[in-house]
């Protein structure tokens, strides 16, 4: 459920389509997206052995690479096909909708910087988005919601926040997320106990060394301490930091505001143990049981 929600919320931005839900026109197109997007994740995950021995590539041991080949090339022909369904679009006048998709900007860019702007970095821009926009905050509302469930004592104070600050006559949107700091904190231990992406570790030289002939001995400004930084600092740091915590607020608020939820065995604990992979998923998959609140029942009838 939470990867289906951050994938639609992404494809709405890129290319204006929705893949998962109610009115979803071409179910072939959304079903090759889901395989593509399956073994994106699946085989970013993989490694290959002949990295480390390769010798092995002359024997023989190349299925990994060959898969890999095959998926760039069929999400490249995916991609590429929304682009030019775009591109004729616009060459027709069709345009409806004001607000302009990723690919219109692009292609917009394309036009007046065309040797930069070719349709190979508008297909690598839009899987950055996709691939570090969707399984990231998926898997920080999963664990976050696992937590909760582990903890109802603090699921009970985020509802009462929820309820004082939003109330039960409407949902909450993106306005309100400045002014419920106990979801916000919520969000951040999660981000501190699970990172979306366990590799951004703090380093530095032990010793003064040479970069390019440069004598590295002091590192500048002020560091922030124990300041928690999920998303890094600098210039490596994630650019999409601030949708992030966007989507992961305004999905998790929603569901704590509209739902009470409970472990499916009250006696057992949500396992909390992690899984493989690029995000560092959930070994086993979030369930829970869900009903609506009595006070947000007329609300969510209206929907």
Same mark, same amino acid.
């Given at each position: 459920?939470?990867?289906?929600?951050?994938?639609?919320?992404?494809?709405?931005?890129?290319?204006?389509?929705?893949?998962?839900?109610?009115?979803?026109?071409?179910?072939?197109?959304?079903?090759?997206?889901?395989?593509?997007?399956?073994?994106?994740?699946?085989?970013?995950?993989?490694?290959?052995?002949?990295?480390?021995?390769?010798?092995?590539? =002359?024997?023989?041991?190349?299925?990994?690479? @060959?898969?890999?080949?095959?998926?760039? @090339?069929?999400?490249?022909?995916?991609? *590429?096909?929304?682009?030019?369904?775009?591109?004729?679009?616009?060459?027709?006048?069709?345009?409806?909708?004001?607000?302009?998709?990723?690919?219109?900007?692009?292609?917009?860019?394309?036009?007046?910087?065309?040797?930069?702007?070719?349709?190979?970095?508008?297909?690598?821009?839009?899987?950055?988005?996709?691939?570090?926009?969707?399984?990231?905050?998926?898997?920080?509302?999963? =664990?976050?919601?696992?937590?909760?469930?582990?903890?109802?004592?603090?699921?009970?104070?985020? *509802?009462?926040?929820?309820?004082?600050?939003?109330?039960?006559?409407?949902?909450?949107?993106?306005?309100?997320?400045?002014?419920?700091?106990?979801?916000?904190?919520?969000?951040?231990?999660?981000?501190?106990?699970?990172?979306?992406?366990?590799?951004?570790?703090?380093?530095?030289?032990?010793?003064?060394?040479?970069?390019?002939?440069?004598?590295?001995?002091?590192?500048?400004?002020?560091?922030?301490?124990? @300041?928690?930084?999920?998303?890094?600092?600098?210039?490596?740091?994630?650019?999409?930091?601030?949708?992030?915590?966007?989507?992961?607020?305004?999905?998790?608020?929603?569901?704590?505001?509209?739902?009470? =939820?409970?472990?499916?065995?009250?006696?057992?604990?949500?396992?909390?143990?992690?899984?493989?992979?690029?995000?560092?998923?959930?070994?086993?998959?979030?369930?829970?049981?869900?009903?609506?609140?009595?006070?947000?029942? @007329?609300?969510?009838?209206?929907?």
């Amino acid at each position: 459920m939470f990867f289906e929600l951050n994938l639609n919320v992404m494809m709405r931005m890129i290319a204006g389509k929705r893949y998962y839900g109610d009115n979803v026109t071409d179910a072939e197109e959304a079903r090759m997206f889901q395989e593509i997007v399956r073994d994106t994740f699946r085989l970013g995950a993989a490694t290959s052995i002949s990295d480390f021995l390769p010798l092995l590539r =002359w024997v023989g041991s190349r299925g990994y690479e @060959k898969k890999l080949i095959e998926l760039h @090339k069929s999400r490249d022909g995916f991609m *590429q096909k929304l682009i030019d369904e775009h591109k004729a679009r616009a060459n027709r006048g069709s345009q409806q909708d004001k607000r302009k998709t990723m690919i219109e900007v692009l292609l917009g860019l394309q036009e007046s910087e065309p040797d930069y702007y070719t349709d190979e970095i508008v297909r690598g821009m839009m899987v950055v988005l996709l691939a570090g926009g969707t399984d990231t905050s998926a898997g920080t509302m999963e =664990w976050a919601m696992s937590l909760l469930l582990n903890h109802p004592e603090v699921l009970k104070k985020a *509802q009462m926040e929820l309820d004082d600050c939003v109330g039960t006559d409407r949902l909450m949107d993106e306005s309100d997320l400045a002014r419920l700091p106990y979801l916000h904190s919520v969000v951040t231990e999660t981000l501190r106990m699970y990172p979306a992406g366990p590799l951004l570790m703090p380093h530095e030289s032990s010793d003064t060394c040479l970069v390019g002939g440069f004598a590295y001995q002091e590192v500048e400004g002020v560091r922030d301490g124990f @300041k928690l930084m999920p998303f890094g600092s600098g210039r490596r740091s994630c650019p999409g930091e601030r949708l992030a915590m966007q989507m992961v607020g305004l999905g998790l608020g929603s569901l704590i505001q509209c739902f009470d =939820w409970e472990r499916v065995r009250e006696d057992e604990l949500v396992d909390m143990t992690e899984g493989i992979g690029l995000t560092m998923p959930k070994a086993h998959p979030l369930q829970a049981k869900c009903r609506a609140r009595s006070s947000m029942v @007329k609300i969510l009838s209206q929907i």
